[in-house]
């Protein structure tokens, strides 16, 4: 099949950058890793390597690769004739599903993408509303579309400018788009209060994400979250909780069940599919009314809610509602966590591992949880690159996301002797890392 570089020879002359997904391109192979199969906890690549797999479809893969459960549904979709554009029965029974577990949700509908997902339903809560901004908050993601990839992880060399000037994050998204975005900081009262206070008869949502996993795992202060939740309500503005990634990470519900604060709107994701295109947006029936045929905004599509995955989709769910499921899960989760506190007391390390259930982040150069955006910039990106390099050298696949700190994880086919594996890999590489640069290790003085 030849080496990877190879593969990445080809494909860049047929495809940008030669993949399909832009960060695909590692920095810490400088090529993509192109995978010739996916079996249980591991993946290959086409030279026939086999790694450890910690990225787990960066959360898609709850379930692990070829999972027998998803096979099954596949077999099913097959025999069914995998039929397509028409409702199903099993389109209601899923639905019936996430009714039941994410709290907010009245009406779900289904797509494919979190990105899809976030663009359809801020477009109800403005269809909602009549209002068009959107408060939002730094450090968190939405998706790549233009009416949210705005002012979320700007350069440090564009903060706090971003409060004036919202951060436009890719090359092609209209200055006009940036003027309906409000970017405030997590877990600031005091600009969350200015924010609404200036801006509700324009605002249509406040979106954020629980847990924020695309940025250090920061979690919201109780008290905070209470505190949008009360304003929003008072304001005629949807509370929008994105959990494509936090839904179904530590229990069979979403976050928001578990922290006890129920917002307007939700999108869901990732593992919802066992590892197949699928995500939700759901909520109030009010706001879901908005959709047309009932109301007048508008989402359909040749493939919405396509009966592949969304038989995966009932496969997942049956999985994970199993009794034994979470249980099992959370026995990995005490493994490494316990084996990565064991590391960073032993070592001393400047560090930090926050997670939700089965995801975690890793934060260099502090030692407690970051609280917002701006906290996170002591992490050191090249730092944390050479850190995966060796990781992936001995056999263990993080993605590198450029090295920021952003989410790992792993699956219910991961073994407890996997586990071990990742944490001598881990403990190895922090341990080379902080000798060469002493970055991460507190000064004792
Ligand atoms: C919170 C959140 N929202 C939206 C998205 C976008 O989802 P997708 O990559 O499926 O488009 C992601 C993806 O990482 C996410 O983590």
């Not at 494909?11 to 399909?20: S, T, Y």
């Not at 990225?55 to 039929?83: F, T």
């Not at 919202?166 to 090359?171: R, W």
């Not at 920021?404 to 890392?433: C, N, R, W």
């Amino acid at each position: 099949m030849g080496t990877q570089q190879e593969q990445y020879h080809k494909a860049r002359k047929v495809m940008p950058g030669g993949v399909n997904s832009s960060t695909r391109l590692l920095k810490t192979i400088g090529a993509p890793f192109y995978a010739s199969q996916g079996k249980g906890s591991r993946i290959t690549d086409v030279e026939g390597k086999e790694y450890l797999d910690m990225c787990c479809a960066h959360g898609a893969g709850l379930l692990g690769n070829g999972h027998p459960a998803i096979n099954e549904a596949l077999r099913k979709a097959m025999e069914i004739g995998y039929v397509n554009s028409f409702e199903t029965v099993y389109h209601e029974e899923l639905a019936s599903v996430i009714v039941d577990t994410v709290a907010c949700a009245d009406q779900v509908r289904f797509c494919s993408s979190g990105s899809e997902a976030t663009l359809h339903l801020i477009r109800a809560c403005r269809g909602y509303t009549g209002k068009d901004k959107i408060i939002r908050i730094e450090g968190h993601f939405h998706g790549y579309h233009e009416m949210i990839f705005i002012g979320g992880h700007p350069p440090q060399s564009d903060f706090p400018r971003n409060r004036e000037q919202p951060f436009i994050e890719s090359a092609g998204i209209p200055q006009q788009f940036a003027e309906l975005i409000i970017p405030i900081p997590y877990n600031d009262k005091e600009a969350l209060k200015e924010a609404i206070h200036q801006y509700a008869d324009e605002t249509a949502l406040v979106i954020l994400e629980p847990v924020n996993f695309n940025c250090a795992g920061i979690r919201a202060d109780e008290d905070y979250l209470q505190l949008v939740r009360k304003l929003t309500a008072e304001n005629n503005i949807m509370l929008f909780f994105d959990e494509i990634q936090s839904a179904y990470k530590k229990s069979f519900q979403a976050a928001q069940n578990e922290l006890g604060i129920i917002p307007d709107v939700t999108t869901i994701g990732k593992s919802i599919g066992g590892g197949l295109p699928l995500s939700a947006f759901c909520g109030k029936k009010e706001v879901m009314d908005s959709f047309s045929p009932v109301g007048q905004v508008a989402h359909s599509g040749t493939f919405n809610a396509h009966l592949v995955p969304i038989l995966a989709g009932l496969a997942f769910m049956k999985e994970a509602s199993a009794p034994d499921f979470y249980p099992a899960l959370q026995k990995l989760e005490k493994q490494f966590h316990s084996g990565i506190d064991r590391i960073i007391e032993k070592h001393d390390l400047n560090m930090v591992v926050p997670n939700f259930g089965a995801r975690f982040n890793i934060l260099l150069g502090r030692k407690t949880a970051a609280r917002n955006y701006e906290e996170t910039f002591c992490h050191d990106n090249q730092e944390f690159l050479s850190i995966l390099k060796d990781c992936y050298d001995k056999g263990v696949y993080f993605h590198d996301y450029g090295g920021g700190p952003a989410h790992h994880g792993y699956s219910i086919q991961h073994t407890s002797e996997d586990m071990d594996y990742v944490l001598k890999v881990l403990e190895a590489a922090f341990i080379k890392s902080s000798n060469t640069t002493g970055r991460f290790v507190l000064d004792d003085s």
